[in-house]
Protein backbone atom coordinates (compact mmCIF):
# COMPACT_ATOMS: atom_id res chain seq x y z
CA UNK A 1 0.00 0.00 0.00
CA UNK A 2 1.65 3.19 -0.87
CA UNK A 3 2.18 6.02 1.28
CA UNK A 4 0.01 9.32 1.43
CA UNK A 5 1.86 12.10 0.42
CA UNK A 6 3.87 14.19 3.36
CA UNK A 7 1.77 17.18 3.27
CA UNK A 8 -1.82 14.49 3.95
CA UNK A 9 1.23 12.65 6.69
CA UNK A 10 2.07 15.94 8.46
CA UNK A 11 -1.46 17.40 8.60
CA UNK A 12 -3.18 13.82 9.79
CA UNK A 13 -0.81 14.32 12.76
CA UNK A 14 -1.59 18.15 13.01
CA UNK A 15 -3.58 18.57 16.34
CA UNK A 16 -5.16 21.59 15.18
CA UNK A 17 -6.29 22.62 18.64
CA UNK A 18 -3.19 22.01 20.58
CA UNK A 19 -1.70 23.78 17.97
CA UNK A 20 -3.75 27.37 17.91
CA UNK A 21 -3.88 27.06 21.42
CA UNK A 22 0.29 27.24 21.68
CA UNK A 23 0.07 30.55 20.45
CA UNK A 24 -3.70 31.65 21.20
CA UNK A 25 -3.83 30.13 25.15
CA UNK A 26 -6.85 31.85 25.73
CA UNK A 27 -8.60 29.98 23.09
CA UNK A 28 -11.90 27.92 24.72
CA UNK A 29 -14.23 25.19 23.64
CA UNK A 30 -17.76 26.35 23.24
CA UNK A 31 -20.00 23.43 21.87
CA UNK A 32 -18.37 21.62 19.42
CA UNK A 33 -15.88 24.48 18.69
CA UNK A 34 -13.13 26.80 20.11
CA UNK A 35 -13.29 30.54 20.04
CA UNK A 36 -10.93 32.91 20.99
CA UNK A 37 -9.66 36.58 20.07
CA UNK A 38 -7.93 36.62 16.85
CA UNK A 39 -4.29 37.00 17.01
CA UNK A 40 -4.47 38.20 13.69
CA UNK A 41 -6.03 41.90 14.36
CA UNK A 42 -7.16 43.67 17.20
CA UNK A 43 -10.71 42.83 18.76
CA UNK A 44 -12.29 42.32 22.02
CA UNK A 45 -14.75 39.57 21.58
CA UNK A 46 -13.81 36.37 20.42
CA UNK A 47 -14.35 36.31 16.49
CA UNK A 48 -11.84 33.90 15.50
CA UNK A 49 -13.28 30.09 15.52
CA UNK A 50 -11.98 26.60 15.08
CA UNK A 51 -13.30 23.63 13.55
CA UNK A 52 -11.61 20.53 15.28
CA UNK A 53 -14.03 18.03 12.62
CA UNK A 54 -13.21 19.70 9.68
CA UNK A 55 -9.58 20.35 10.86
CA UNK A 56 -10.17 24.47 9.45
CA UNK A 57 -10.09 27.59 11.15
CA UNK A 58 -11.77 31.38 10.41
CA UNK A 59 -11.80 34.57 12.00
CA UNK A 60 -14.95 36.56 11.54
CA UNK A 61 -13.68 39.63 12.18
CA UNK A 62 -10.69 39.99 9.58
CA UNK A 63 -11.98 36.67 7.31
CA UNK A 64 -8.42 35.40 7.92
CA UNK A 65 -9.14 31.49 7.31
CA UNK A 66 -7.72 27.97 6.38
CA UNK A 67 -6.07 25.05 7.54
CA UNK A 68 -3.35 24.25 9.80
CA UNK A 69 -0.68 25.07 7.26
CA UNK A 70 -2.40 28.29 6.73
CA UNK A 71 -2.41 29.05 10.42
CA UNK A 72 1.53 28.57 10.53
CA UNK A 73 2.31 30.33 7.46
CA UNK A 74 0.40 33.33 8.50
CA UNK A 75 1.93 33.58 12.24
CA UNK A 76 4.85 33.04 11.78
CA UNK A 77 5.64 34.85 8.06
CA UNK A 78 6.56 31.72 6.32
CA UNK A 79 6.13 30.67 3.18
CA UNK A 80 4.52 27.02 2.21
CA UNK A 81 7.89 25.36 2.38
CA UNK A 82 8.98 26.18 5.49
CA UNK A 83 5.97 25.66 7.70
CA UNK A 84 5.33 22.50 5.98
CA UNK A 85 8.98 21.78 7.45
CA UNK A 86 8.47 23.50 10.89
CA UNK A 87 5.30 21.31 11.11
CA UNK A 88 6.95 17.92 9.79
CA UNK A 89 9.41 18.74 12.95
CA UNK A 90 6.77 19.43 15.90
CA UNK A 91 5.11 16.24 14.57
CA UNK A 92 7.86 13.74 13.95
CA UNK A 93 7.07 13.21 10.21
CA UNK A 94 10.68 13.08 8.15
CA UNK A 95 10.61 14.71 4.88
CA UNK A 96 12.35 12.67 2.48
CA UNK A 97 12.87 15.55 -0.22
CA UNK A 98 14.51 17.96 3.12
CA UNK A 99 18.22 18.60 2.98
CA UNK A 100 19.86 16.67 5.96
CA UNK A 101 21.26 18.73 8.61
CA UNK A 102 25.04 18.82 8.53
CA UNK A 103 24.92 18.75 11.92
CA UNK A 104 23.20 17.46 15.16
CA UNK A 105 20.66 19.84 16.53
CA UNK A 106 22.87 19.87 20.23
CA UNK A 107 26.00 20.89 18.10
CA UNK A 108 24.09 23.84 16.19
CA UNK A 109 22.93 24.83 19.83
CA UNK A 110 26.56 24.74 21.04
CA UNK A 111 27.95 26.58 18.62
CA UNK A 112 24.74 29.49 18.86
CA UNK A 113 25.82 29.26 22.76
CA UNK A 114 29.57 30.17 21.94
CA UNK A 115 28.44 33.34 19.22
CA UNK A 116 25.94 34.74 22.55
CA UNK A 117 28.56 34.30 24.90
CA UNK A 118 31.14 36.15 22.47
CA UNK A 119 28.71 38.98 22.45
CA UNK A 120 28.04 39.24 25.60
CA UNK A 121 31.45 39.36 26.48
CA UNK A 122 32.70 41.93 23.70
CA UNK A 123 29.18 43.82 25.15
CA UNK A 124 30.89 44.32 28.52
CA UNK A 125 34.31 45.16 26.70
CA UNK A 126 32.96 48.36 25.62
CA UNK A 127 30.32 49.79 28.51
CA UNK A 128 32.56 48.68 31.35
CA UNK A 129 36.57 48.50 30.75
CA UNK A 130 39.31 50.89 30.66
CA UNK A 131 40.50 48.95 27.26
CA UNK A 132 36.98 50.24 25.65
CA UNK A 133 37.32 53.77 26.28
CA UNK A 134 38.71 54.35 22.60
CA UNK A 135 35.61 52.41 20.98
CA UNK A 136 33.42 54.68 23.56
CA UNK A 137 34.67 57.51 22.02
CA UNK A 138 34.05 56.34 18.46
CA UNK A 139 30.56 55.19 18.95
CA UNK A 140 30.42 58.91 20.67
CA UNK A 141 31.95 60.26 17.83
CA UNK A 142 29.60 58.26 15.35
CA UNK A 143 26.41 59.49 17.70
CA UNK A 144 24.95 56.66 18.47
CA UNK A 145 23.17 56.86 22.31
CA UNK A 146 23.83 54.31 24.85
CA UNK A 147 20.19 53.08 24.72
CA UNK A 148 21.10 52.04 21.13
CA UNK A 149 24.35 50.43 21.83
CA UNK A 150 22.10 48.72 24.44
CA UNK A 151 19.36 47.71 21.77
CA UNK A 152 21.76 46.23 19.25
CA UNK A 153 24.30 44.59 21.81
CA UNK A 154 27.64 46.16 20.22
CA UNK A 155 30.74 45.60 21.87
CA UNK A 156 34.28 46.06 21.56
CA UNK A 157 37.28 43.61 20.81
CA UNK A 158 40.22 44.51 22.99
CA UNK A 159 43.75 44.36 20.87
CA UNK A 160 44.94 41.02 22.00
CA UNK A 161 45.42 37.69 20.67
CA UNK A 162 44.05 35.02 23.31
CA UNK A 163 41.66 37.21 25.72
CA UNK A 164 38.17 35.57 24.17
CA UNK A 165 39.89 32.10 23.66
CA UNK A 166 40.56 32.26 27.17
CA UNK A 167 37.35 34.07 28.39
CA UNK A 168 35.74 31.20 26.35
CA UNK A 169 37.78 28.70 27.99
CA UNK A 170 36.82 29.72 31.03
CA UNK A 171 33.37 29.27 30.17
CA UNK A 172 33.53 25.46 29.17
CA UNK A 173 33.96 26.27 25.31
CA UNK A 174 36.92 23.95 23.94
CA UNK A 175 38.97 25.76 21.37
CA UNK A 176 37.97 23.16 18.43
CA UNK A 177 33.99 24.65 19.26
CA UNK A 178 35.64 28.41 19.18
CA UNK A 179 37.08 27.95 15.90
CA UNK A 180 34.20 26.07 14.54
CA UNK A 181 31.86 28.79 15.44
CA UNK A 182 34.45 31.22 13.83
CA UNK A 183 35.58 33.63 17.20
CA UNK A 184 38.76 31.85 16.84
CA UNK A 185 41.39 31.90 13.72
CA UNK A 186 44.21 29.47 13.02
CA UNK A 187 47.33 30.69 11.86
CA UNK A 188 49.62 28.96 9.20
CA UNK A 189 51.39 27.18 11.92
CA UNK A 190 47.88 25.87 13.38
CA UNK A 191 48.46 28.44 16.19
CA UNK A 192 44.22 29.65 17.68
CA UNK A 193 44.19 33.08 17.74
CA UNK A 194 41.07 36.03 18.87
CA UNK A 195 39.58 36.46 15.08
CA UNK A 196 38.55 40.32 16.06
CA UNK A 197 41.19 42.49 17.27
CA UNK A 198 40.78 46.16 18.15
CA UNK A 199 37.50 46.14 16.64
CA UNK A 200 33.82 47.61 17.19
CA UNK A 201 31.59 44.67 17.17
CA UNK A 202 28.34 44.07 15.79
CA UNK A 203 26.81 40.86 16.63
CA UNK A 204 24.61 39.46 13.63
CA UNK A 205 21.28 37.86 14.75
CA UNK A 206 18.88 35.56 12.31
CA UNK A 207 14.94 36.29 11.92
CA UNK A 208 14.90 34.38 15.34
CA UNK A 209 16.97 36.38 16.99
CA UNK A 210 20.12 34.13 17.98
CA UNK A 211 23.51 35.59 17.49
CA UNK A 212 24.56 33.89 15.00
CA UNK A 213 27.93 35.68 13.74
CA UNK A 214 30.14 38.45 14.33
CA UNK A 215 30.96 41.74 12.50
CA UNK A 216 33.92 43.81 13.31
CA UNK A 217 35.01 47.18 12.47
CA UNK A 218 38.62 48.25 12.53
CA UNK A 219 39.29 51.29 15.11
CA UNK A 220 43.41 51.51 14.77
CA UNK A 221 43.38 53.13 11.29
CA UNK A 222 45.82 50.47 10.03
CA UNK A 223 45.91 50.36 6.03
CA UNK A 224 46.80 46.78 6.12
CA UNK A 225 43.71 45.82 8.20
CA UNK A 226 40.17 45.16 6.07
CA UNK A 227 37.77 48.07 7.36
CA UNK A 228 35.36 45.01 7.98
CA UNK A 229 35.27 41.64 9.01
CA UNK A 230 32.73 38.73 9.34
CA UNK A 231 32.56 35.99 10.76
CA UNK A 232 32.99 33.13 8.08
CA UNK A 233 30.71 30.84 7.17
CA UNK A 234 29.44 28.02 9.46
CA UNK A 235 26.65 25.85 10.61
CA UNK A 236 24.35 28.52 11.67
CA UNK A 237 25.85 31.47 9.35
CA UNK A 238 25.12 32.24 6.06
CA UNK A 239 26.07 35.99 4.87
CA UNK A 240 24.63 35.40 1.46
CA UNK A 241 21.08 34.68 3.55
CA UNK A 242 21.33 37.26 6.14
CA UNK A 243 19.91 40.44 6.65
CA UNK A 244 21.36 42.24 9.58
CA UNK A 245 18.23 43.53 11.63
CA UNK A 246 15.84 41.95 10.10
CA UNK A 247 15.02 40.37 13.84
CA UNK A 248 14.09 43.94 14.48
CA UNK A 249 12.49 45.34 12.07
CA UNK A 250 10.62 42.10 10.96
CA UNK A 251 7.31 42.94 12.57
CA UNK A 252 7.61 46.62 11.24
CA UNK A 253 7.72 45.64 7.82
CA UNK A 254 5.08 43.39 7.58
CA UNK A 255 2.93 46.19 9.65
CA UNK A 256 3.97 49.03 7.44
CA UNK A 257 4.78 46.98 4.15
CA UNK A 258 7.46 48.33 2.93
CA UNK A 259 11.08 47.51 3.81
CA UNK A 260 14.45 49.78 3.39
CA UNK A 261 17.74 47.83 2.22
CA UNK A 262 20.86 50.03 3.55
CA UNK A 263 24.19 48.95 2.73
CA UNK A 264 26.54 49.06 6.48
CA UNK A 265 25.46 48.38 9.98
CA UNK A 266 25.72 51.70 11.11
CA UNK A 267 23.44 52.65 8.57
CA UNK A 268 21.05 50.52 9.67
CA UNK A 269 21.77 50.79 13.85
CA UNK A 270 21.21 54.85 12.55
CA UNK A 271 17.87 54.14 10.89
CA UNK A 272 16.19 52.28 14.03
CA UNK A 273 17.59 55.06 16.40
CA UNK A 274 15.86 57.74 14.58
CA UNK A 275 12.80 55.61 14.38
CA UNK A 276 13.26 54.46 10.81
CA UNK A 277 12.34 50.62 12.12
CA UNK A 278 11.90 49.25 8.76
CA UNK A 279 15.81 49.05 7.81
CA UNK A 280 17.75 46.11 7.02
CA UNK A 281 21.60 45.74 6.14
CA UNK A 282 22.57 43.82 3.07
CA UNK A 283 26.21 43.75 5.28
CA UNK A 284 28.10 44.60 1.92
CA UNK A 285 27.76 45.80 -1.46
CA UNK A 286 26.45 42.23 -3.00
CA UNK A 287 23.10 42.19 -2.76
CA UNK A 288 21.54 38.45 -2.94
CA UNK A 289 18.63 36.14 -4.18
CA UNK A 290 18.19 34.88 -1.03
CA UNK A 291 18.39 37.75 1.24
CA UNK A 292 15.83 39.73 -0.99
CA UNK A 293 13.86 36.23 -0.10
CA UNK A 294 13.74 36.60 3.27
CA UNK A 295 12.07 40.36 2.46
CA UNK A 296 9.64 38.58 -0.04
CA UNK A 297 8.03 37.25 3.06
CA UNK A 298 7.06 39.99 4.60
CA UNK A 299 6.57 42.86 1.87
CA UNK A 300 6.74 43.20 -2.03
CA UNK A 301 7.79 46.93 -1.47
CA UNK A 302 11.26 47.17 -1.33
CA UNK A 303 13.42 50.54 -1.59
CA UNK A 304 17.08 50.58 -2.26
CA UNK A 305 19.28 52.86 0.01
CA UNK A 306 22.94 51.66 -1.08
CA UNK A 307 25.75 54.42 -0.57
CA UNK A 308 26.25 56.53 -3.67
CA UNK A 309 29.86 55.73 -4.33
CA UNK A 310 30.98 53.54 -7.16
CA UNK A 311 30.57 50.54 -4.91
CA UNK A 312 27.10 51.35 -3.88
CA UNK A 313 26.05 52.28 -7.64
CA UNK A 314 27.06 49.23 -8.58
CA UNK A 315 25.29 46.86 -5.91
CA UNK A 316 22.08 49.00 -6.94
CA UNK A 317 22.28 47.84 -9.82
CA UNK A 318 22.62 44.19 -8.90
CA UNK A 319 20.05 44.90 -6.94
CA UNK A 320 17.81 45.31 -9.46
CA UNK A 321 18.14 42.10 -11.10
CA UNK A 322 18.13 40.42 -7.91
CA UNK A 323 14.63 42.37 -7.63
CA UNK A 324 13.37 41.23 -10.87
CA UNK A 325 14.62 37.38 -10.26
CA UNK A 326 13.11 37.01 -7.26
CA UNK A 327 9.50 38.80 -6.79
CA UNK A 328 7.05 37.15 -8.76
CA UNK A 329 5.70 37.51 -12.45
CA UNK A 330 2.27 38.35 -12.91
CA UNK A 331 0.08 37.89 -15.91
CA UNK A 332 -1.40 40.62 -17.24
CA UNK A 333 -3.22 41.85 -20.48
CA UNK A 334 -1.98 43.62 -22.85
CA UNK A 335 -3.73 45.84 -25.50
CA UNK A 336 -2.23 46.32 -28.72
CA UNK A 337 -2.17 48.45 -31.46
CA UNK A 338 -4.96 46.61 -33.65
CA UNK A 339 -7.28 46.52 -30.41
CA UNK A 340 -6.58 43.10 -29.79
CA UNK A 341 -5.89 42.14 -26.36
CA UNK A 342 -2.48 39.71 -25.48
CA UNK A 343 -0.98 38.53 -22.39
CA UNK A 344 2.37 39.86 -20.95
CA UNK A 345 4.08 40.07 -17.53
CA UNK A 346 4.52 42.09 -14.88
CA UNK A 347 6.66 42.07 -11.96
CA UNK A 348 4.38 41.55 -8.89
CA UNK A 349 6.55 44.06 -6.10
CA UNK A 350 7.31 47.93 -5.97
CA UNK A 351 10.98 48.32 -5.63
CA UNK A 352 12.36 51.60 -5.63
CA UNK A 353 15.98 53.29 -5.57
CA UNK A 354 17.06 56.22 -3.52
CA UNK A 355 19.51 58.65 -4.98
CA UNK A 356 21.33 60.25 -1.36
CA UNK A 357 23.49 63.38 -1.68
CA UNK A 358 26.89 62.38 -3.06
CA UNK A 359 29.48 61.79 -0.45
CA UNK A 360 27.09 60.93 2.11
CA UNK A 361 26.59 57.18 3.97
CA UNK A 362 22.25 57.08 5.00
CA UNK A 363 23.48 57.19 8.80
CA UNK A 364 24.94 60.83 8.13
CA UNK A 365 21.78 61.85 6.26
CA UNK A 366 19.17 60.43 8.95
CA UNK A 367 21.61 62.20 11.93
CA UNK A 368 21.86 65.23 9.74
CA UNK A 369 18.44 65.56 8.75
CA UNK A 370 15.82 63.55 9.09
CA UNK A 371 13.59 65.18 7.25
CA UNK A 372 15.37 65.34 4.38
CA UNK A 373 15.93 61.64 4.76
CA UNK A 374 11.74 61.12 4.64
CA UNK A 375 11.55 63.15 1.61
CA UNK A 376 14.33 61.19 -0.09
CA UNK A 377 12.37 58.03 0.51
CA UNK A 378 9.22 59.18 -0.44
CA UNK A 379 11.29 60.29 -3.49
CA UNK A 380 12.90 56.93 -4.32
CA UNK A 381 12.39 56.40 -8.12
CA UNK A 382 10.31 53.03 -9.48
CA UNK A 383 13.07 50.21 -10.56
CA UNK A 384 12.38 50.83 -14.40
CA UNK A 385 13.19 54.68 -14.05
CA UNK A 386 16.31 53.91 -12.07
CA UNK A 387 17.63 51.82 -14.69
CA UNK A 388 16.97 54.39 -17.34
CA UNK A 389 18.48 56.86 -15.77
CA UNK A 390 21.84 54.53 -15.27
CA UNK A 391 21.61 53.88 -18.84
CA UNK A 392 21.96 58.10 -19.43
CA UNK A 393 24.88 58.20 -17.20
CA UNK A 394 26.85 55.70 -18.63
CA UNK A 395 26.98 57.31 -22.09
CA UNK A 396 28.83 60.49 -22.74
CA UNK A 397 25.98 62.56 -23.86
CA UNK A 398 28.53 65.57 -25.74
CA UNK A 399 29.60 63.12 -28.08
CA UNK A 400 27.21 61.86 -31.02
CA UNK A 401 28.00 58.39 -31.25
CA UNK A 402 26.91 58.50 -27.07
CA UNK A 403 23.54 59.97 -27.70
CA UNK A 404 22.58 57.66 -30.28
CA UNK A 405 23.84 54.86 -28.35
CA UNK A 406 22.06 55.98 -25.80
CA UNK A 407 18.73 55.97 -27.74
CA UNK A 408 19.32 53.18 -29.08
CA UNK A 409 19.57 51.39 -25.08
CA UNK A 410 16.90 52.84 -23.89
CA UNK A 411 14.66 51.61 -26.85
CA UNK A 412 15.44 48.46 -26.00
CA UNK A 413 14.52 48.34 -22.63
CA UNK A 414 11.27 50.36 -23.17
CA UNK A 415 10.35 47.57 -25.87
CA UNK A 416 10.07 45.18 -22.66
CA UNK A 417 7.86 47.41 -21.32
CA UNK A 418 4.39 45.04 -21.22
CA UNK A 419 1.95 48.18 -20.93
CA UNK A 420 1.71 50.37 -23.47
CA UNK A 421 0.50 53.50 -21.25
CA UNK A 422 3.41 52.26 -18.50
CA UNK A 423 5.91 52.67 -21.90
CA UNK A 424 4.84 55.74 -22.98
CA UNK A 425 5.00 57.29 -20.06
CA UNK A 426 8.80 56.06 -19.78
CA UNK A 427 9.31 57.24 -23.39
CA UNK A 428 8.19 60.97 -22.44
CA UNK A 429 9.91 60.97 -18.83
CA UNK A 430 13.18 59.66 -20.53
CA UNK A 431 13.51 61.85 -23.56
CA UNK A 432 12.75 65.27 -21.35
CA UNK A 433 15.26 63.64 -19.19
CA UNK A 434 18.05 63.17 -22.01
CA UNK A 435 17.35 66.65 -23.71
CA UNK A 436 17.94 68.10 -20.30
CA UNK A 437 21.18 65.95 -19.48
CA UNK A 438 22.98 66.54 -23.01
CA UNK A 439 22.43 70.46 -22.47
CA UNK A 440 21.08 73.62 -24.17
CA UNK A 441 20.44 73.65 -27.67
CA UNK A 442 22.01 70.31 -28.51
CA UNK A 443 19.02 68.16 -29.09
CA UNK A 444 15.44 68.50 -29.96
CA UNK A 445 12.46 66.68 -27.58
CA UNK A 446 10.69 65.93 -30.56
CA UNK A 447 13.30 64.50 -32.80
CA UNK A 448 14.63 62.70 -29.75
CA UNK A 449 11.31 61.18 -29.17
CA UNK A 450 10.58 59.90 -32.32
CA UNK A 451 14.31 58.14 -32.15
CA UNK A 452 13.52 56.37 -29.37
CA UNK A 453 10.25 55.56 -31.21
CA UNK A 454 12.26 53.76 -33.83
CA UNK A 455 14.47 52.02 -31.59
CA UNK A 456 11.31 50.32 -29.66
CA UNK A 457 10.68 47.62 -32.83
CA UNK A 458 14.91 46.74 -33.08
CA UNK A 459 14.45 44.87 -30.09
CA UNK A 460 11.27 42.76 -30.55
CA UNK A 461 7.90 42.22 -29.72
CA UNK A 462 7.23 41.39 -25.72
CA UNK A 463 8.55 37.59 -26.18
CA UNK A 464 7.48 34.64 -24.04
CA UNK A 465 9.32 33.38 -21.25
CA UNK A 466 11.60 30.81 -22.20
CA UNK A 467 10.61 27.72 -20.81
CA UNK A 468 11.90 24.02 -20.89
CA UNK A 469 12.49 22.57 -24.38
CA UNK A 470 10.51 19.32 -23.82
CA UNK A 471 7.93 18.43 -21.47
CA UNK A 472 9.39 16.99 -17.74
CA UNK A 473 7.82 14.01 -16.70
CA UNK A 474 7.45 13.34 -12.80
CA UNK A 475 9.57 10.85 -11.78
CA UNK A 476 7.64 7.19 -11.80
CA UNK A 477 4.51 8.59 -12.62
CA UNK A 478 3.09 4.85 -10.86
CA UNK A 479 -0.58 4.98 -10.48
CA UNK A 480 -1.28 5.87 -6.44
CA UNK A 481 -4.08 3.48 -5.08
CA UNK A 482 -7.13 4.77 -3.94
CA UNK A 483 -6.16 4.35 0.26
CA UNK A 484 -3.21 6.85 -0.62
CA UNK A 485 -4.80 9.93 -1.81
CA UNK A 486 -7.95 9.45 -3.93
CA UNK A 487 -10.05 8.46 -1.12
CA UNK A 488 -9.51 11.87 0.83
CA UNK A 489 -10.15 14.04 -2.18
CA UNK A 490 -12.59 16.86 -2.43
CA UNK A 491 -14.10 18.60 -5.14
CA UNK A 492 -10.87 21.38 -5.09
CA UNK A 493 -8.80 18.43 -5.25
CA UNK A 494 -10.09 17.76 -8.76
CA UNK A 495 -10.09 21.21 -10.03
CA UNK A 496 -6.22 21.03 -9.10
CA UNK A 497 -5.91 17.89 -11.32
CA UNK A 498 -7.64 19.00 -13.89
CA UNK A 499 -5.68 22.06 -14.05
CA UNK A 500 -2.29 19.93 -13.83
CA UNK A 501 -3.48 17.42 -17.01
CA UNK A 502 -5.03 19.97 -18.93
CA UNK A 503 -2.48 22.90 -18.77
CA UNK A 504 -3.10 24.10 -22.36
CA UNK A 505 -6.90 25.26 -20.81
CA UNK A 506 -5.41 27.46 -17.82
CA UNK A 507 -7.43 30.25 -19.00
CA UNK A 508 -10.61 28.24 -17.97
CA UNK A 509 -9.91 28.24 -14.90
CA UNK A 510 -7.19 31.49 -13.77
CA UNK A 511 -8.93 34.19 -14.20
CA UNK A 512 -12.54 32.63 -12.67
CA UNK A 513 -11.25 31.70 -9.77
CA UNK A 514 -9.99 33.32 -6.44
CA UNK A 515 -7.19 31.97 -4.02
CA UNK A 516 -9.47 32.43 -1.31
CA UNK A 517 -11.97 30.19 -2.59
CA UNK A 518 -9.59 27.38 -2.04
CA UNK A 519 -9.32 26.03 1.53
CA UNK A 520 -6.48 23.78 1.84
CA UNK A 521 -3.01 25.35 1.39
CA UNK A 522 -1.00 23.00 -0.97
CA UNK A 523 -3.56 23.38 -3.44
CA UNK A 524 -3.97 27.24 -3.15
CA UNK A 525 0.39 26.93 -3.50
CA UNK A 526 0.11 24.67 -6.13
CA UNK A 527 -2.59 26.65 -8.46
CA UNK A 528 -0.24 29.72 -7.39
CA UNK A 529 2.58 28.00 -9.45
CA UNK A 530 0.52 27.39 -11.89
CA UNK A 531 -0.99 30.39 -12.33
CA UNK A 532 2.86 31.62 -13.17
CA UNK A 533 4.10 29.10 -15.33
CA UNK A 534 1.07 27.15 -17.00
CA UNK A 535 1.90 28.09 -20.92
CA UNK A 536 -1.36 29.15 -23.46
CA UNK A 537 -2.43 27.09 -25.93
CA UNK A 538 -0.12 28.35 -28.16
CA UNK A 539 2.60 26.80 -26.82
CA UNK A 540 3.92 22.98 -26.90
CA UNK A 541 6.42 22.66 -23.31
CA UNK A 542 4.76 21.62 -20.24
CA UNK A 543 6.44 23.91 -17.08
CA UNK A 544 9.05 22.40 -15.21
CA UNK A 545 7.34 20.64 -12.06
CA UNK A 546 10.33 20.14 -10.32
CA UNK A 547 10.81 23.45 -9.89
CA UNK A 548 7.73 23.54 -7.54
CA UNK A 549 8.23 25.11 -4.25
CA UNK A 550 9.37 22.66 -1.26
CA UNK A 551 7.23 19.84 0.16
CA UNK A 552 4.98 20.79 -3.07
CA UNK A 553 6.56 17.61 -5.23
CA UNK A 554 4.91 14.75 -3.26
CA UNK A 555 1.22 15.76 -3.53
CA UNK A 556 1.33 17.46 -6.60
CA UNK A 557 2.48 14.25 -8.51
CA UNK A 558 -0.15 12.14 -6.39
CA UNK A 559 -2.77 14.51 -7.77
CA UNK A 560 -1.46 14.45 -11.76
CA UNK A 561 -0.63 10.77 -11.71
CA UNK A 562 -4.32 10.15 -10.79
CA UNK A 563 -5.14 13.00 -13.42
CA UNK A 564 -3.49 10.99 -16.12
CA UNK A 565 -4.67 7.72 -15.53
CA UNK A 566 -8.14 9.05 -15.93
CA UNK A 567 -10.02 9.15 -19.00
CA UNK A 568 -9.24 12.07 -21.25
CA UNK A 569 -11.82 14.43 -21.68
CA UNK A 570 -12.78 16.12 -25.18
CA UNK A 571 -11.40 19.82 -25.45
CA UNK A 572 -14.66 20.93 -26.37
CA UNK A 573 -15.95 20.04 -23.14
CA UNK A 574 -13.18 21.09 -21.07
CA UNK A 575 -14.67 24.25 -20.19
CA UNK A 576 -17.71 23.80 -18.84
CA UNK A 577 -16.40 21.00 -16.62
CA UNK A 578 -13.99 23.39 -15.23
CA UNK A 579 -17.66 26.01 -14.66
CA UNK A 580 -19.22 22.46 -12.99
CA UNK A 581 -15.62 21.98 -10.36
CA UNK A 582 -15.92 25.93 -10.05
CA UNK A 583 -19.49 26.01 -9.35
CA UNK A 584 -19.42 23.00 -6.91
CA UNK A 585 -16.62 24.86 -5.11
CA UNK A 586 -18.62 27.86 -4.50
CA UNK A 587 -21.85 25.41 -3.57
CA UNK A 588 -19.45 23.63 -0.52
CA UNK A 589 -18.27 26.80 0.71
CA UNK A 590 -21.46 28.78 0.41
CA UNK A 591 -22.40 25.82 2.71
CA UNK A 592 -19.82 26.38 5.11
CA UNK A 593 -20.07 30.02 5.39
CA UNK A 594 -24.30 29.22 5.93
CA UNK A 595 -22.65 26.36 8.76
CA UNK A 596 -20.09 29.26 9.74
CA UNK A 597 -22.97 32.07 10.58
CA UNK A 598 -25.02 30.22 12.27
CA UNK A 599 -22.16 28.83 15.02
CA UNK A 600 -20.99 32.92 14.78
CA UNK A 601 -25.13 33.39 16.22
CA UNK A 602 -25.59 30.20 18.49
CA UNK A 603 -21.93 29.65 19.94
CA UNK A 604 -20.10 33.07 20.28
CA UNK A 605 -19.39 33.81 23.93
CA UNK A 606 -19.41 37.83 25.25
CA UNK A 607 -21.91 40.10 25.38
CA UNK A 608 -24.73 39.84 22.23
CA UNK A 609 -24.17 42.43 19.72
CA UNK A 610 -27.20 43.13 17.67
CA UNK A 611 -25.59 44.41 14.56
CA UNK A 612 -23.20 41.63 14.22
CA UNK A 613 -26.48 39.16 14.94
CA UNK A 614 -28.61 41.21 11.87
CA UNK A 615 -25.83 41.33 9.05
CA UNK A 616 -25.06 37.43 10.00
CA UNK A 617 -28.88 36.50 9.22
CA UNK A 618 -28.79 38.89 6.29
CA UNK A 619 -25.69 36.73 5.01
CA UNK A 620 -27.25 33.73 5.89
CA UNK A 621 -30.74 34.57 3.23
CA UNK A 622 -28.22 35.68 0.70
CA UNK A 623 -25.23 32.61 0.94
CA UNK A 624 -28.79 30.59 1.10
CA UNK A 625 -30.51 32.16 -2.26
CA UNK A 626 -26.23 31.65 -3.61
CA UNK A 627 -26.31 28.22 -2.50
CA UNK A 628 -29.72 27.47 -4.88
CA UNK A 629 -28.55 29.37 -7.51
CA UNK A 630 -25.54 27.90 -7.58
CA UNK A 631 -26.97 24.12 -7.23
CA UNK A 632 -29.03 25.55 -10.37
CA UNK A 633 -26.09 26.60 -12.66
CA UNK A 634 -24.42 22.83 -11.60
CA UNK A 635 -26.98 20.88 -12.57
CA UNK A 636 -27.28 22.94 -16.11
CA UNK A 637 -23.73 22.84 -16.31
CA UNK A 638 -23.96 18.68 -16.28
CA UNK A 639 -26.22 18.22 -18.51
Not at 533 to 539: C, F, H, I, K, N
Request: hydrophobic share 40%; charged share 25%; net charge negative.
Amino acid sequence: MALASPVELVKSKVDLVQLVSSYVPELKKSGRNWWACCPFHSEKTPSFCLWPADERWKCFGCGAGGDAFAFIMRIENLDFGAALRLLAERTGVQLEDRPAPRQDTAQRRRLLEINAAASLWFHNQLLRTDLGAAARAYVEKRHLTRQTVQDFQLGYAPDSWDLLRTHLLAQGYAVEEQLAAGVLHESDRGTPYDRFRNRLIFPIHDAAGHVIALGGRDLGGDAKSAKFINSPQSEVFDKSVTLYGLDRAKNDIKARDRAIIVEGYMDAIMAHQHGVTIAVCSMGTSLTERQVEQVKKLTTNLILALDPDTAGDIAAGRGVEIGEQTFDQEVVPVPSVNGLIRMGTRLKADIRVMSLPRGQDPDEVIHQDLELWNQLVENAVPLLEYKFLRILEQHDLADAKGKADAVAELGQELAKVPDPVERNHYLGKMTQQLVKLAGPGQLKEGDVQLAMARALPAHGRLRRPERPAAPVAVANPAPLPASALGARLDVEDYLVMRALRYLDAAECWRNNLGTEEIDKSVNREILDFLRGVAPSAASDNAPDFNAVPDGLRAHLEGLRTLALNEPEIPPAALEMEFQRLIQSLRVRNAVRAQAARATLLSEAEGPRQPEVEAAALTDLAALHHAKLELGRRTMLARS
